[in-house]
């Protein structure tokens, strides 16, 4: 079964214990400049929203890259950057829609969220469960327990006596 | 290590940056942030320096688990001799500034001198200048962060800095970063404007990557977090209500002081209390509060973002103070509505939001205001100069208040020099509800009698942040002791102390002392730090620099005298609730704390004191 990380803002309190997470699992430093996953702390509204690489099927980075360096993990469904291949020409960081690939100024290369290998350290130090590593094809589940909760106490349709 | 081992001088009259290393024998001893700082200060500052003037220096520090995943750890001080005071100042602040300064590489910034003309330091990484900041004097702390941010091009910027208030001489001047988080007692800020420094605005990309044992630190982390999930009140309590979870509590107990102390229960808490955030608005059905937020590293999560209700008269046709920002905690709260006897939610919220974008403390103010108000009944005050009417319970006589006090407007300008200075003025001086020149925060040490003796002699004035015996006498944190008597207290005020000056010399928060004692810390520092952090040296450690602050104090010309309460509370029996008929027992505990501590009778360390800790007297 693949799983995806599975991001709710609502649950998110902009603590960064994720960006320390990642740098440190894939840096060694608690670092949230080299983080794969940036939280976005909307004051105006208080709003925070934890953002990284959705993983898609059909990757622009993957697609855009001259070199190949970017390959699919197939037992994950993560798109990994090869360092070893990378030549650091950033045209993925062109290519992805959302901003998901970024340079890194140190190694000359680039980075994305690879999953970890399927431990995502991120989902893991998340305190609160606003980023979680779930069921691909059932990412909508808990928020679908969360409606059908509303109709457990509801008398059944059609048995109003 | 874990220390980045490197600190920044800035000679302010010069202009100069220049890099240090870290003097690793004092961080052994005196571990970092509140204890290191306060050892550099005392070795390099005259303790009867004049505060506002050049001599003084201000000492930015962060600790040594700052900017880790240990939960909590972004926390840095800043330490001065304060204005308000002329005790050791040292106020503690969260956000995600401190952990951005260790992530630049820096444990500390001394800050000394004068510059000529207002200056803001900028700080990438290894890189430190001083910048022309003609354009920013004047701003808010909220416009300097927005004008920093955009001249240099990055949002990753983090800005901390004084508003108005530490330009215009407000001796309760906060120093604010991230917006609304602020190391905002003891006017730490106005030395700040005094020295014509704006702001320091740091972006750090070198991150913390020497901790001692890494795989260690990670498992004493985990574990610590964990216990902090599993209690009540840094799992449950706080995350969902804040520390305002208390209002109500110390209401009940009779120990909620109200309308400048003369009473100790107040028939408006409920109306400002947690429980009023959460409910939805008569006015447009919205509650207070919109969500909680956590500091950088925390897994508590116990700061309030609220939004003002647009229809309040406080903020109508004023957009700017529509959307969501830092709300109440219970201290503020406190001050700006019990203190006044003012139980309009909106107003305290609003002047919350005034004491972040301006810069001052709402604890010194709200309490000073609540001062102006009983000399406003006494008569001794008049609407003529005060610009208003100011009986108990305005919300309009104080969000007039708290739109003047920074900007030094008005009668503004009065309250801004806080309540000592003001009562004695207008010839009432025991109408001050302070110790040495602060403010009492928001428990009446007539209905938790060990907070009297906590009060009292605090190193930086009246303050609960010293020695938090509610936590005892009133919650059962670690074990129950009863609010009523003073028997015991001594020991129990001595042993928050000191274990405070450990929590507050780490880089972690006090608040995780509801959960955590030094035995959950140890583990987590002797991991990440080189040195013998086990729990028998942290108690000494944490004793050496409450003595080493107290050295200071006694060097500055403060006595016995000093570690006293205002007549009220001695006094002034407690008319309702448990502790009616009650005023506190200071005199039944303050010999008992002084033997405890290895004082003489005067309150002077004794010279085998000196010795077991290592400290010294100060000249």
């Not at chain 2, 939960?71 to 106020?91: D, E, H, Q, W």
């Not at chain 2, 074990?479 to 003073?486: C, G, I, S, W």
């Not at chain 2, 520092?525 to 104090?553: H, I, P, T, Y």
């Not at chain 2, 027992?585 to 077991?612: C, F, H, I, S």
């Amino acid at each position: 079964m693949q799983k995806s990380l599975h991001i709710d803002p609502a649950k998110c309190t902009g603590c960064l214990q994720c960006e320390m997470a990642c740098s440190y699992e894939n840096h060694q430093v608690f670092n949230p400049a080299k983080s794969r996953i940036k939280v976005f702390d909307f004051h105006h509204s208080g709003r925070k929203v934890p953002y990284t690489c959705t993983q898609c099927d059909e990757a622009w980075c993957l697609h855009a890259c001259p070199v190949e360096a970017i390959k699919l993990d197939a037992a994950t469904g993560a798109k990994v950057v090869l360092d070893s291949v990378c030549v650091g020409c950033k045209v993925c960081t062109i290519a992805c829609p959302f901003g998901t690939v970024n340079y890194v100024q140190d190694t000359g290369k680039v980075q994305k969220c690879d999953l970890c290998g399927g431990q995502p350290a991120c989902a893991e130090a998340c305190p609160t469960g606003a980023i979680t590593y779930v069921d691909a094809d059932w990412t909508g589940l808990e928020r679908m327990r969360q409606w059908a909760q509303k109709l457990d106490n509801q008398p059944a349709a059609g048995h109003a006596d | 290590m874990s220390w980045a081992r490197k600190i920044l001088r800035v000679d302010l009259t010069k202009g100069t940056c220049t890099a240090e290393p870290l003097n690793m024998a004092w961080a052994m001893a005196y571990l970092g942030q509140r204890g290191l700082a306060t050892k550099y200060f005392t070795e390099e500052v005259d303790p009867k320096v004049d505060p506002l003037s050049p001599a003084n220096k201000l000492i930015y520090a962060t600790g040594p688990l700052t900017g880790t995943m240990a939960s909590t750890g972004g926390r840095y001080s800043v330490i001065t001799k304060g204005p308000l005071t002329g005790a050791i100042a040292c106020s503690n602040s969260g956000g995600y500034f401190g952990a951005e300064l260790k992530f630049a590489g820096w444990d500390m910034i001394i800050l000394e001198g004068k510059s000529p003309k207002p200056v803001f330091l900028h700080i990438e990484n290894d890189k430190a200048e001083l910048l022309d900041a003609a354009d920013l004097w004047g701003k808010s702390t909220w416009d300097t962060e927005a004008y920093l941010k955009n001249r240099f091009q990055d949002p990753q910027v983090r800005v901390s800095g004084i508003g108005p208030a530490g330009e215009t001489g407000c001796l309760y001047a906060a120093v604010v970063n991230d917006l609304h988080r602020a190391a905002g007692r003891s006017g730490v800020g106005t030395v700040m404007g005094s020295k014509n420094l704006k702001a320091i605005a740091v972006r750090g990309t070198k991150g913390v990557g020497n901790v001692k044992d890494p795989a260690a630190f990670m498992k004493a982390t985990v574990a610590a977090k964990k216990v902090l999930a599993d209690n009540a009140v840094t799992g449950q309590g706080l995350p969902k209500f804040g520390t305002q979870v208390l209002m109500n509590v110390i209401n009940e107990i009779g120990a909620l002081p109200t309308r400048n102390h003369r009473d100790v229960q107040f028939d408006g808490a409920k109306d400002i209390s947690a429980e009023a955030m959460h409910a939805p608005r008569k006015t447009d059905g919205k509650p207070n509060l919109v969500t909680n937020q956590a500091c950088f590293g925390c897994t508590i999560a116990c700061g309030r973002i609220s939004k003002i209700d647009e229809t309040h008269f406080t903020v109508v046709n004023k957009p700017q103070y529509w959307g969501a920002s830092g709300g109440l905690e219970y201290e503020a709260a406190w001050a700006l509505g019990a203190a006044n006897g003012v139980n309009d939610l909106e107003a305290l919220t609003y002047a919350n939001f005034r004491a972040n974008e301006d810069g001052w403390d709402p604890i010194s103010f709200g309490a000073t205001v609540g001062a102006v108000m009983e000399l406003y009944e006494m008569g001794v005050l008049k609407k003529e100069q005060l610009g208003i009417e100011a009986p108990f319970g305005s919300a309009q006589a104080l969000a007039f208040f708290a739109d003047q006090v920074g900007r030094g407007e008005g009668f503004g300008k009065e309250i801004a020099l806080g309540s000592k200075r003001l009562t004695a003025k207008y010839g009432h001086p025991e109408l001050s509800m302070t110790v040495k020149g602060q403010e009492f925060p928001a428990y009446d040490s007539r209905g938790i009698q060990g907070m009297g003796l906590a009060y009292a002699t605090s190193n930086r004035g009246a303050c609960h942040l010293r020695g938090y015996t509610v936590a005892s006498e009133v919650l059962g944190i670690p074990v129950k002791t009863d609010p009523l008597v003073t028997d015991g207290k001594a020991g129990l005020v001595k042993a928050f102390q000191d274990a405070t000056a450990v929590f507050d010399s780490s880089g972690l928060c006090l608040f995780t002392s509801f959960a955590w004692t030094l035995q959950d810390i140890a583990p987590q520092l002797q991991a990440a730090c080189e040195g013998d952090w086990s729990l028998d040296n942290l108690n000494v450690v944490g004793e050496r620099v409450w003595n080493m602050e107290k050295e200071f104090n006694l060097a500055a010309g403060l006595t016995k005298k000093d570690d006293d309460l205002p007549p009220r509370l001695k006094k002034e029996a407690a008319r309702t609730g448990p502790a009616k008929g009650l005023v506190n027992g200071l005199d039944k505990m303050l010999p008992e704390y002084y033997q405890l501590r290895g004082w003489n009778a005067d309150g002077v360390p004794t010279a085998d004191t000196r010795k077991r800790l290592g400290t010294t007297a100060l000249k």
